[in-house]
């Protein structure tokens, strides 16, 4: 290389770090950023699958359910998946991921600074953003998780159903309908 091919090449401040690879970091940063956003819009697109999932078998035990008093397990059985329920619609509905750059930091942003000032300090915040959304996504699917143990839980403990067809007008039955 040539002395003037070395100088043309943009350097930081104390020269320790090219400008290229600051904007190939902020690069990165803001893919795993985006990336953020297609995992949680799957987890919450997962969570809304199971919660009509569960609502069925809330329905459907409900339907089926005996005259009498349910049994222990029928009643264990339809509170986990009432709690699977409720897991799931807080993973769907719950909290959204922060934006990078917020509005608020581009209002305080000061338009006559430098472009590698204003780069770095772009980057330090979607760092931030990401560590943040790391940790609400975590969350989420810990909960979806749970449900998702809950959910299954529940049907083992839904008791199954195996009735005849009901019998026509003024005939006895040959046998109730038992768990």
Same mark, same amino acid.
């Given at each position: ?49 199971? /919660? %009509? ?6 329905? !459907? &035990?409900? $339907?089926?359910?005996? #005259?009498? =008093? @349910? +049994? ?9 998946? /009432? %709690? ?6 807080? !993973? &769907?509905? $719950?909290?959204?991921? #922060?934006? =990078? @750059? +917020? ?21 330090? $915040? ?54």
């Amino acid at each position: 290389m040539n002395e003037r091919n070395t100088a043309a090449q943009p350097h930081g401040e104390h020269g320790n770090a090219p400008a290229g690879s600051l904007q190939t970091i902020l690069s990165y940063a803001r893919q795993n950023y985006a990336q953020q956003f297609v995992t949680l819009e799957a987890y919450r697109a997962r969570a809304g699958s199971l /919660l %009509a999932f569960a609502a069925v078998l809330v329905a !459907v &035990s409900a $339907g089926s359910a005996q #005259r009498g =008093a @349910p +049994s222990l397990s029928q009643a264990g059985g339809t509170v986990l998946v /009432l %709690a699977s329920s409720v897991l799931f619609l807080i !993973v &769907s509905l $719950g909290e959204g991921l #922060r934006y =990078a @750059p +917020s509005r608020r930091t581009l209002a305080r942003s000061d338009v006559t600074a430098p472009v590698r000032e204003t780069h770095e300090r772009l980057l330090r $915040g979607t760092l931030d953003v990401l560590d943040f959304n790391r940790r609400i996504l975590g969350r989420l699917r810990a909960l979806l998780f749970v449900g998702l143990l809950c959910l299954v839980a529940g049907m083992r403990l839904r008791p199954r159903f195996h009735c005849q067809p009901p019998p026509p007008f003024n005939v006895t039955p040959r046998r109730p309908c038992h768990p």
